[in-house]
């Protein structure tokens, strides 16, 4: 059995207090949103392309069911077999017999997040089956054994100092040196091994295509192709969503999430999947299986957070927003992080169990801006805490504080006078331009100043400024 998780409040106050955590989370966020914006500035069509994308993602939404039915008879008609897991039990159970059928000890798995969110790991390692995550990341991660902090980059939390010493403890004989060549070249002799003696590889998939049956993985290292080439058995696990109609609105989906994700204009590796090794073919499985995961996902085509199923798992939302760049992945406790994992996260797991998640946003806007097929995550988020408000989840001082705010609003002149003589009394805990403290609101100054308010209300300083400009004192 696992302990249960601290509070969110718990991880957040660790994640801020947490420098090194910073420092890695900078690295990696900096120069992903550097590189997007420089792929989307030399991509003119890129708002077209998002337009395309979103209508794609929405079509597909509007006829799952016949492009389900569609993808089934092509994958079983190309020699795959596809089995459908409603929910994560389902699945686990489907992957874990189809390794002890086979008698398999050994399996690879290139990065999936909806093996994650199945619980696949735990499951394999319950049936006794040895698993050896691929993904360079996912390899630091398994060393280090931990959950994925980023969709994209599952080790974004960790600095590179940290995996060195994460290789010299794990790698037998540990690296020569701790530079970053010397160290990929030591993960690829321990990978290496294991990619010829595995007896089954488990992959996700970034696209089914419905009209060839085929599976579509996309990476940088290849892990993908090697993770499903050599063993005799290819297990595939995907959620619903991933559906397209044909490859060319892959690749139309391809465009925008290669750069959205890395800033590249195309992966390294792109492979289509299409059934398992045929007569005559040098290599590939001898079986290939194919797990179309519901798990909620149904539920949410008749809700009103449908637009989420548009999602391709670019990861740009994370890197875009203001709380991930503060606390990183680990800090939201679900399998999905950042805000995206605030909207999913409560589907999964019960709004009850994550109810903190959807107030874990600015509401700036800025991660809607960059989400390639337009999903609107702030309208998301406060969907989640207006349901969460009229079920009665948000109780105690929140209520009383909005209820106060409420009864202010509604009186103009008695809103004015509450501002006016906030600001004086915010200006009596400042010293030197910043507040470090503010009795009964220490979550605002525990791990950071607030600027000292100019003493003026924002209403009063408008005034000032527009009787100005008529020239009036
Ligand atoms: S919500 Fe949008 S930006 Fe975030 S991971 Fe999904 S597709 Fe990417």
Known sequence: MTAPQPSFKARTDAALADRTLKLAIDRTTDTAERKRAGAVAAFPQFEAARARGRAIKDH??????????????????????????????????????????????????????????IGLPHALADAGIERVETDLAEHIIQLACERPSHIVWPAMHRTREQVAELFKVGHHPPPAADDPATMVQSARRELRVKFMSADIGISGANFLVANTGATCTVTNEGNAELTTTP???????????????????????????????????????????????????????????????????????????????????????????????????HAYGGFYPGPMGSVLTPVLDGLAASRDLPHACTMNGRRAEVCPVEIPLPTLLRAWRRRGWRSGLENGLPRVAVGLWAQLARRPALYRLGSRIGVRALRLFGKGGWISSVPLAGGWTRHRDLPRPPGRTFMDQYRAKQGRKRGRP
């Not at 799952?64 to 897991?85: C, I, P």
């Not at 489907?94 to 990065?111: E, M, P, Y």
């Open 231 to 329: 063993p005799r058995i290819h297990i595939v696990t995907a959620g619903i969503e991933k559906l397209v109609p044909s490859t060319a609105h892959a690749f139309a989906l391809l465009r925008l999430l290669v750069r959205s994700a890395t800033g590249g204009e195309l992966t390294q590796y792109t492979t289509f999947h299409c059934g398992p090794r045929r007569d005559g073919d040098a290599d590939g499985p001898h079986e290939m299986h194919i797990v179309l995961v519901d798990n909620g996902r149904t539920r949410m085509l008749a809700d009103e957070f449908r637009d989420m199923l548009r999602c391709i798992r670019c990861g740009a939302c994370m890197n875009h927003c203001v709380v991930y760049r503060q606390i990183g992945g």
């Open 60 to 117: 597909v939404i509007a006829n799952l069911d016949h492009y389900l039915e569609q993808f089934e008879r092509n994958a079983t008609a190309s020699g795959a077999k596809v089995h459908w897991a409603s929910d994560d039990a389902e699945a686990r159970a489907i992957v874990t017999h189809i390794c002890l059928d086979a008698n398999a000890k050994l399996v690879t798995r290139a990065k999936s997040m909806l093996g994650e969110e």
